[in-house]
Each structure stands twice: as structure tokens, then as C-alpha cells.
């Protein structure tokens, strides 16, 4: 087990490189079942759910090789369209390979992802998408098991918008026998990503980037290259960062597009930015102003950054309100948060942060990957040394966080610890 041992206090003033997205990598990670041949997916990043999805497509008989963010997939040898519980546990993004088996196969074994640190995360949605396109669905053992003779085009509603459902639903439909309309779509940048390397396979797609999904299903597919999104939620998460410590900082590789209503509420707490076509900058001389957030679908503020938010709220002097209405549990940061001192009312699914306070060193425990990242926030700006044990959450998600936060000025240090 690794922890970090943070030296708070340093400003943060430098250009950090922002890596791929993991979402979307996830995403078209799985979309190389739907056809045999040879893949590159450029700027992929190097994370452990990376790994992990590599694994899981050798498993099935694909060849992955990965160097220099460049990804390359080799799934003529693909021959099972089993996704077993020890993959799926450690990342449930690896239920997207659902959907391509199905259609691929008209067979699918796929464990079940259960829950994760901030509770349940149901795959409804996901299995109502696939019985709408034909499949026969049984829960058997905690594995989902589908069959179908061959997928038909349907009518899929979404009643909540769901980045894996949309993505699952529509992988399936490329290869399904007439026409899918698929209506509340996520229109998340992962989602239109992952729709473009579809329409590069030679899927038939209308609508990307809408809420409302049309797809023309083909007799087959094939491989093809296709280069990554930025990380939006990387990008952020540094912005954030900077903005704590008073800094200047200018992302490159980015794209302002994808968070224009992050950049806005960074605006609104005192922050200066401005942006060109694949650049970011950040300058921030005071404290923040309490700014109050409420997470909701694309384009609104990810709740993959409420964490992060939280973090940023504890340095404004007054009251912050921040909302999850799409994990109403997404909190497990907040109790490490005030063993360095914060000021934090949780009251439903809104932390009230009662910001200002000086934050001091401690030694505080990651949950989950983003709760992590809060915590990191923190201990950047917190007075002495803090601790974050059980990063392999972060490993997760970013891409050597503590190397890039370095080469702007924070004080990171990366080392092994027998304390699980
Ligand atoms: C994706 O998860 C992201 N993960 C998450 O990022 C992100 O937080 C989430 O979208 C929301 O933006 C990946 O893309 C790999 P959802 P996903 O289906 O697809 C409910 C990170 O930190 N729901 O859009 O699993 C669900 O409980 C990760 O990078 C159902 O009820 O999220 C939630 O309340 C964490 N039934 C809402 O929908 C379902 O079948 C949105 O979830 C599916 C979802």
C-alpha cells in the first residue's frame, strides 16, 4: 500500500500536460468487442482501471499492449463474452462490456458490479436496455446472464439519464436487426465520444450529442484508431488546486467545451480564467467566495467534482452549500475533511461548509477516488503534514497526480506503508 505525505503551504504556479479521460477510455475500451481486428486509442491514460479493463479483455482472448498512452487492441482472438466478478468488483465500469457481447455473441455473462464506497449502484437501467433490444436476462449468482438470437431495434426511455446505460444501450443497438431510438440519452462528452468512434466503426448514428439517439443497426463492424478525449474531471480537479493556493496555473491538452459550467463557478468564487482551443489558465490572488454548487447531468456541474468543490469551500470565509443530486451518499470525504479541521454540516445530500477556518495537518484515509482527491486538495493548503493512506483509490483516476502537482510546486512524497 502507498500513502502520500503532503507538505501543505506551497504555492501551486506552472503548466500541467492533462492526461486522457478515464470515462471515456473505459468506454471505448469496451466498444473494441463489437469487431475483430486491430484498435489504437490514442491518449489513453495510464491508470489501474485502465489495467484493469486491459485484463479484462485479455481474459477474453484479446491482445492488449499499452506504451506511451497509446493503447493497441487485437481482439480477432476474442472467444468468451464472460466478464468474471473478479474484475467486475474492482471496477464497475466493466459492465459496459455487456452490451457489445450481446451483440457481438447473443451471449453475455457479466458479474454483477455491486456496490462501491458511496453505496449502491444499481444496473437496472442498463438490464431494462437489453431486454427492450430482445435479450433474455436472468440473475443468476450474482452474474447477469443474456441471451438472444439476434438483438432488434427498439424504443429505449431512459426515466434517469445514465452515462453506462446510454453507452451499454448503444453499443448494443449498432448491431442490432432495424432502427433504436433511445430518448434522455446522457449527452456526457464521454457518450459523444464514444458515439464517434462508433460512427468510425461504421456504425449508423443520428443525434450525437443530443438527448435523443437514433441508430440504423449494421450487419457488422470494424476496428479503427481513435484518439481519446482530455479528462475534464483531471482538469478541473487542478484548476481547483491552483485556485486553493492562490497560484496560476495553465492546463494544456485540455478542452474548456467540456466545462464551461465549472470555469463559470470558478469565475463566480473570485477566480480569473481564460481559455483557448486546447489551453486553460487560472489565476486566483485571494481567498475564495462561498459559491454554492449543485451537481446535475451534462453540461451542469459533474458530480464527479463535488468532492473537489468541498475541498476549494473550506478556504472561503462564509457558508457554502454544495448538492449531489446524482449520489445522494457521495460523502465519505467530509469525516476525513474535518479530522483536518473543517467545518461541515451534512444535512441530506448538501454539505454545508462553514469555510475560513485554518486547516491543519493529520493523517486522513481515501474512500473513494474523487473523495480522495478532496483530500489531497486539502493537504495541500492544510498547515504541517498531512497523510492520505490507501491511494490506490487516486492511482485509479489520475494519472501521477503527485509528479504533476510537483512540477508546479506542491510538496508531495509517494511512499510505502504496511497501515492498510
Ligand atoms: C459514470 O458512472 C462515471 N463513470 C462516474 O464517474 C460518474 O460519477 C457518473 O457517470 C455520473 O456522471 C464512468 O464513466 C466509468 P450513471 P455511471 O449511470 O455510468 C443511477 C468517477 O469518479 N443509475 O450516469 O455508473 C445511478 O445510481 C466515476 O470517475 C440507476 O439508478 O453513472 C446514479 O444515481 C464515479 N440505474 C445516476 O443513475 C442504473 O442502471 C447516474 O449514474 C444506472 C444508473
Redesign the pocket.
Known amino acids: 500500500m502507498d500513502k502520500f505525505i503532503i507538505k501543505g503551504g506551497t504555492r501551486l504556479e506552472g503548466s500541467i500536460k492533462i492526461s486522457g479521460s478515464?470515462?471515456c477510455s473505459?468506454a471505448l475500451m469496451a466498444s473494441v468487442l463489437l469487431a475483430p481486428g486491430k484498435y489504437k486509442i490514442i491518449n489513453t491514460p495510464d491508470l489501474r482501471d485502465v489495467s484493469t479493463m486491459s485484463l479484462l479483455l485479455e481474459n477474453m482472448g484479446a491482445k492488449v499492449d499499452f506504451s506511451q498512452n497509446l493503447l493497441t487492441i487485437d481482439t480477432t482472438g476474442v472467444n468468451s463474452y464472460e466478464a468474471p466478478y473478479e474484475h467486475v468488483k474492482k471496477m464497475?465500469?466493466s459492465f459496459y462490456v455487456l452490451g457489445p457481447l450481446l451483440a457481438r455473441f447473443g451471449r453475455a455473462k457479466v458479474s454483477l458490479p455491486g456496490g462501491c464506497a458511496w453505496g449502491p449502484?444499481?444496473?437496472?437501467?442498463?438490464i431494462k436496455a437489453m431486454q427492450k433490444l430482445g435479450a433474455i436476462i436472468s440473475i443468476e449468482k450474482g452474474y447477469v446472464i443474456a441471451k438472444t438470437k439476434k438483438l432488434k431495434g427498439n424504443l429505449i426511455h431512459f426515466d434517469?439519464s445514465?452515462?453506462?446505460?446510454t453507452g451499454n444501450a448503444l453499443m448494443a443497438a449498432t448491431l442490432a436487426k432495424g432502427t433504436t431510438v433511445i430518448t434522455n440519452a446522457?449527452i456526457?462528452p464521454?457518450i459523444t465520444a464514444l458515439a464517434e468512434m462508433l460512427v468510425k466503426m461504421g456504425a449508423k448514428i443520428d443525434g450525437i450529442g443530443t438527448t435523443t439517439l437514433t441508430i440504423e443497426g449494421v450487419d457488422e463492424l470494424y476496428s479503427c484508431d481513435f484518439e481519446n478525449i482530455p479528462d475534464r474531471?483531471e482538469s478541473a480537479t487542478f484548476l481547483i488546486a491552483a485556485a486553493m493556493t492562490k497560484g496560476k496555473i495553465e492546463l494544456n491538452n485540455t478542452n474548456y467545451e467540456h466545462m464551461t459550467a465549472v470555469l463559470t463557478k470558478l469565475e463566480e468564487s473570485g477566480c480569473k480564467i481564460s481559455y483557448d482551443k486546447k489551453n486553460i489558465y487560472l489565476e486566483m490572488e485571494n481567498s475564495p467566495i462561498p459559491t454554492d454548487i449543485i451537481t446535475s447531468v451534462y453540461p451542469g456541474i459533474?458530480?464527479?467534482i463535488q468532492a473537489q468543490w468541498t475541498a476549494y469551500m473550506l478556504l472561503a470565509k462564509g457558508t457554502s452549500k454544495i448538492t449531489d443530486t446524482?449520489?445522494y451518499d457521495r460523502f465519505k470525504h467530509i469525516p476525513e475533511l474535518m479530522r483536518l479541521g473543517a467545518d461541515i454540516d451534512l444535512v441530506e445530500n448538501t454539505a454545508i461548509v462553514n469555510g475560513g477556518k485554518q486547516l491543519s495537518g493529520a493523517v486522513v484515509m481515501s474512500s473513494d477516488?474523487?473523495g480522495s482527491a478532496s483530500l489531497i486538495l486539502a493537504g495541500l493548503v492544510a498547515k504541517g503534514t498531512t497523510e492520505v493512506l490507501r491511494i490506490y483509490h487516486i492511482d485509479r483516476?489520475y494519472e501521477k497526480i503527485e509528479n504533476k502537482l510537483n512540477s508546479i510546486g506542491a510538496n508531495i512524497k509517494r511512499v510505502k506503508t504496511d497501515i492498510i
Open positions: 478515464k470515462n473505459l464497475r465500469a449502484r444499481p444496473v437496472d437501467l442498463h434517469i445514465s452515462v453506462g446505460a446522457a456526457e464521454e474531471i459533474p458530480t464527479d446524482i449520489y477516488l474523487r483516476g
